[in-house]
């Protein structure tokens, strides 16, 4: 099984200010996402990147996958209490094997 | 609506009384998987299906089983549970295996006493 490893665990930031989640491995994968989990719910997918140097844009969020295709980074700019959430990053091996990091819990305080 | 829908959402049992949690797809999906989430350790598959009657093991199998008759229904049945399968559950569908848009069922958090 591949390991993602997401950093930091734990993020608490005053609205208004940007945030940078980083998802690490040391697989190759085919493609990686990024999903918001709110309490109660279950993950939402945010995007999907394909490229190794790929840039996704959001609105206010922004996705990089690595050049090598083993690590990918969301970047909130201007942070809102509603980005509040456990942010997953998951990537797919060849063989279509979907594997997930633990998370990083984000909160913004208003 | 397109979703993914799971009951129960909540359940409390005792150690091996035998389970069931349903989980249904409106969206045609040939895809289904089940995932239990643990602090810590993110979500792990525990069973998927790539079309009726067709199922395999993820990473996590022991002490499940499910099952694929119909198309939109993908149950995941515990016979025996027990202290150790106490965690967070979803059921998730998409069009294929390796789909991109991957949707998830609300969660079933199940605590076995």
């Known amino acids: 099984t591949q390991l993602l490893e997401q950093s930091p665990q734990f993020l608490s930031i005053q609205e208004g200010e940007n945030l940078t989640v980083y998802c690490n491995s040391s697989?190759?994968?085919?493609?990686l996402q990024w999903y918001r989990q709110e309490p109660g719910e279950g993950p939402v997918l945010l995007v999907t990147v394909v490229t190794g140097g790929e840039v996704k844009k959001l609105k206010r969020l922004t996705f990089q996958f690595g050049d090598a295709r083993k690590d990918s980074s969301l970047h909130i700019t201007a942070a809102q209490p509603g980005d509040t959430g456990l942010y997953l990053c998951a990537g797919y091996s060849n063989d279509y094997k979907l594997s997930f990091g633990a998370g990083t819990t984000v909160t913004v305080r208003a | 609506e397109a979703q993914v829908t799971q009951n129960p959402r909540y359940l409390i049992t005792v150690t091996g009384k035998k389970l069931t949690v349903t989980c249904s797809q409106n969206m045609n999906h040939e895809y289904m998987s089940w995932y239990r989430q643990d602090p810590g350790l993110g979500l792990r598959q525990i069973y998927y299906?790539?079309?009726?009657?067709?199922?395999d093991k993820g990473d996590v199998p022991e002490g499940y089983k499910v099952s694929r008759k119909e198309k939109r229904n993908f149950p995941l049945i515990l016979e025996s549970p027990s202290p150790n399968q106490t965690s967070l559950y979803f059921c998730?569908?998409?069009?294929?295996?390796?789909?991109?848009?991957?949707?998830f069922g609300p969660g079933t958090r199940l605590t076995v006493t």
């Open positions: 299906s790539m079309n009726v009657e067709v199922t």
């Open positions: 998730a569908s998409s069009f294929v295996r390796g789909g991109y848009e991957q949707y």
């Open positions: 697989s190759v994968f085919s493609s």
